[in-house]
T-cell receptor
Framework: AQKVTQAQTEISVVEKEDVTLDCVYE???????LFWYKQPPSGELVFLIR??????QNEISGRYSWNFQKSTSSFNFTITASQVVDSAVYFC??????????FGGGTRVLVKP | EADIYQTPRYLVIGTGKKITLECSQT?????MYWYQQDPGMELHLIHY???????EKGDLSSESTVSRIRTEHFPLTLESARPSHTSQYLC???????????????FGPGTRLTVL
């Protein structure tokens, strides 16, 4: 069985602060994919990144960066110099055999001006 | 990135009514999914389809039904809406380029359903 845990339910920061969202996953498969999605107040889920289990390189995209550590089964997400527009719910997700996506419970990020 | 559409965006309806939530995608994706999202944020897969005439129930039991007569269209129907069906419903689609674990799911804007 697969499981994704996002221990932080809500994080509140002041604009320009960095914020790191934790994601811990469980799977018995050796091949799997990890994802992060953003859900702004408008409701749609926006795809941010996909990482496969064989690629442990960290990735940076603008103010976003991701730290994948297979040894600790974690795939953490950092927003650098947060902005009010970053306020949203962020979901970590895992997909391995069977093609179904398992989501974490989500972390609500509130960036105050 | 997929173009995926859902209508209506918001629906308020009385108990006992039959409703259909529409989902369409224009990318020719084989796989489509319906998720139900609680007010507390958690997402639950309720239906999925791997192609025309293929539909399966997801992890969360749902009284809704789906059909997949055309690749681009995956409507969800509730025969008799109840207040317990009040939720956000998100549709997604994905393409399998060859490996069973590489496709990314792209989501529509969601339908926020309120049953009075």
């Amino acid at each position: 069985a697969q499981k994704v845990t996002q221990a932080q339910t809500e994080i509140s920061v002041v604009e320009k602060e960095d914020v790191t969202l934790d994601c811990v996953y469980e799977t018995r498969d050796t091949t799997y994919y990890l994802f992060w999605y953003k859900q702004p107040p408008s409701g749609e889920l926006v795809f941010l990144i996909r990482r496969n289990s064989f690629d442990e390189q960290n990735e940076i995209s603008g103010r976003y960066s991701w730290n994948f550590q297979k040894s600790t089964s974690s795939f953490n997400f950092t927003i650098t110099a947060s902005q009010v527009v970053d306020s949203a719910v962020y979901f970590c997700a895992l997909r391995s055999a069977g093609n179904k996506l398992t989501f974490g419970g989500g972390t609500r990020v509130l960036v105050k001006p | 990135e997929a173009d995926i559409y859902q209508t209506p965006r918001y629906l308020v309806i009385g108990t006992g009514k039959k409703i259909t939530l529409e989902c369409s995608q224009t990318m020719g994706h084989d796989k489509m999914y319906w998720y139900q999202q609680d007010p507390g944020m958690e997402l639950h897969l309720i239906h999925y389809s791997y192609g025309v005439n293929s539909t399966e129930k997801g992890d969360l039991s749902s009284e809704s039904t789906v059909s997949r007569i055309r690749t681009e269209h995956f409507p969800l129907t509730l025969e008799s809406a109840r207040p317990s069906h009040t939720s956000q419903y998100l549709c997604a689609s994905s393409e399998q380029p060859g490996s069973p674990s590489t496709d990314t799911q792209y989501f529509g804007p969601g339908t926020r359903l309120t049953v009075l």
